[in-house]
């Protein structure tokens, strides 16, 4: 029995440990990447929104792009119809018809078998992009009006080919606002672990990649078949030695909107739990011992109720801090209630995610299904 408890408080101390030595790094070592004023000289920029089925949201996105302060002249949208069965064709042709720097494009055929969906209608708008740089985010998204500057300035002033923003779920209720926090806390590790020179992933709502980078990978055809196709980008820049950054901020922080049910949820953390099989032996290990934090503190329950409480209470003000800290970066406010609650929906979702990933069925998103 002493045996088995000193194991499980190790495992217990060694996710603790993480937590801290995360928030540590989010205090110490958070970097700013742009420093310029608004009125530096602006490059051009091609802002591309791939949308199937978004007939709800779009309206609200291509609103909040008419509302970007960057250069008209210096800017073109490309949105693409990705085999819609709802209204997305005729708002996206509306809005296209009122600007000269907007374009349509109507995704009809599958360019190669090796892209998913998505990756081939981000593809197809890319060989139509003059920018200098490719601005990407979703068409159920919503980008505050100095987003492109933001992500611009970090591009030019760290001098990096790839930059990934921060986004945020929209807290309308509880079941969203706890979706919010867990975004808070895995885009939190990921500045982290990117502010002190590893990338492990971008984000495709919210991300900047030069021109020069996209064509010397290759693009988006050049990727393996994948359901995280923005991962796949990343790892390919990395290859590459093209320089990769992390921003956050409160002008570059994008709205998006939460999973609405159970199974949508579970599917689109299956969906992400691919691309985390595609890390580093050592990150999965870390992240598989984060999964192993509750069954470890039931077992030391069933030992040392006392020790258990104690070391459990440590991990949630640990975890929290580092949350609340890395929301107010970008000037957002996470309540306490919120903070304390999320713990039990962390450890419900992370288990039936496992489930769930395991699960004999096919990976569903945006009405297509993937192996």
Same mark, same amino acid.
């Given at each position: ?42 490059? $051009? ?145 990921? $500045? ?131 949350? $609340? ?36 069925? $096919? ?9």
């Amino acid at each position: 029995m002493l045996i088995i408890l000193i194991i499980v408080c190790s495992l217990t101390f060694i996710v603790i440990l993480q937590d801290f030595l995360l928030y540590l790094g989010l205090v110490f070592n958070f970097k700013n990447h742009n420093s310029s004023e608004h009125n530096f000289e602006h490059p $051009k920029i091609s802002v591309l929104i791939a949308a199937r089925n978004e007939a709800k949201f779009l309206p609200h996105c291509l609103q909040s792009l008419e509302n970007l302060k960057y250069d008209i002249d210096k800017i073109e949208f490309i949105l693409a119809n990705d085999e819609s069965i709802d209204e997305t064709e005729s708002i996206i042709k509306a809005w296209v018809s009122r600007a000269n720097n907007r374009r349509y494009l109507n995704i009809t055929t599958q360019t190669t078998k090796t892209m998913n969906g998505k990756a081939n209608a981000l593809h197809q708008m890319a060989t139509l992009a003059q920018g200098e740089y490719f601005l990407f985010t979703d068409a159920d998204c919503e980008v505050p009006a100095y987003w492109a500057n933001d992500m611009v300035a970090s591009a030019v002033n760290s001098k990096s080919d790839l930059v990934t923003g921060i986004t945020k779920v929209k807290p309308t209720d509880w079941y969203a606002s706890m979706q919010a926090i867990d975004w808070w806390l895995t885009l939190g590790m990921v $500045k982290v672990a990117s502010d002190a020179g590893v990338v492990l992933t971008s984000m495709g709502n919210n991300m900047l990649i030069s021109r020069n980078a996209y064509r010397a990978i290759g693009g988006f055809a050049s990727l393996p078949l994948t359901v995280t196709e923005d991962f796949e980008i990343a790892k390919a820049v990395k290859q590459l030695k093209f320089k990769a950054v992390h921003q956050v901020s409160s002008e570059n922080l994008i709205f998006t909107h939460a999973q609405e049910t159970l199974v949508e949820l579970l599917a689109q953390r299956k969906r992400w739990l691919k691309g985390v099989m595609g890390l580093p032996f050592y990150w999965k290990i870390m992240l598989g011992l984060q999964a192993m934090f509750f069954p470890f503190i039931l077992i030391l329950f069933s030992i040392n109720p006392g020790l258990a409480a104690a070391l459990w209470m440590a991990k949630i003000l640990t975890q929290s801090l580092f949350i $609340k800290d890395f929301a107010r970066s970008t000037g957002t406010i996470v309540l306490p209630y919120f903070l304390i609650t999320f713990e039990l929906y962390y450890i419900f979702v992370s288990w039936s995610t496992i489930l769930y990933y395991f699960w004999p069925a $096919k990976v569903k998103w945006k009405g297509r299904q993937y192996e």
